[in-house]
Nanobody, 117 residues
Framework: QVQLVESGGGLVQAGGSQRLACTAS??????????MGWYRQAPGKQRELVAT???????NYVDSVKGRFTISRDNAKNTVYLEMNSLKPEDTAVYYC?????????WGQGTQVTVSS
């Protein structure tokens, strides 16, 4: 059973920084072949893609976070990170980790990020 466990959420002031981490727990999980991503869902809104990092390291970001957020992965630690800088109140959401490989997909439980103005 694959589990994605997120950490690093919390309350931060606008303009501040925060780093999220997501670690895959199953020993049999071939982390390196999965495209890893971060999604977020704000109250009353649909879940949206924030960033992805592919197996080869190429990254993709939603326009609203470009230049502020950085996604990275450490295959040796089965961990994906989201470094968030210059945070804005509109970044407030529950952030979810995602792992995808063809039809296989896993989600973390989510971690709350709240940015105060």
């Amino acid at each position: 059973q694959v589990q994605l466990v997120e950490s690093g959420g919390g309350l931060v002031q606008a303009g501040g920084s925060q780093r999220l981490a997501c670690t895959a727990s199953a020993k049999s999980f071939s982390f390196s072949v999965y495209t890893m991503g971060w999604y977020r869902q704000a109250p009353g809104k649909q879940r949206e893609l924030v960033a992805t990092v592919a197996t080869g390291g190429s990254t993709n970001y939603v326009d609203s976070v470009k230049g502020r957020f950085t996604i990275s992965r450490d295959n040796a630690k089965n961990t994906v990170y989201l470094e968030m800088n210059s945070l804005k109140p509109e970044d407030t959401a529950v952030y979810y980790c995602n792992a995808k490989y063809y039809t296989a997909q896993y989600w973390g439980q989510g971690t709350q990020v709240t940015v105060s103005s």
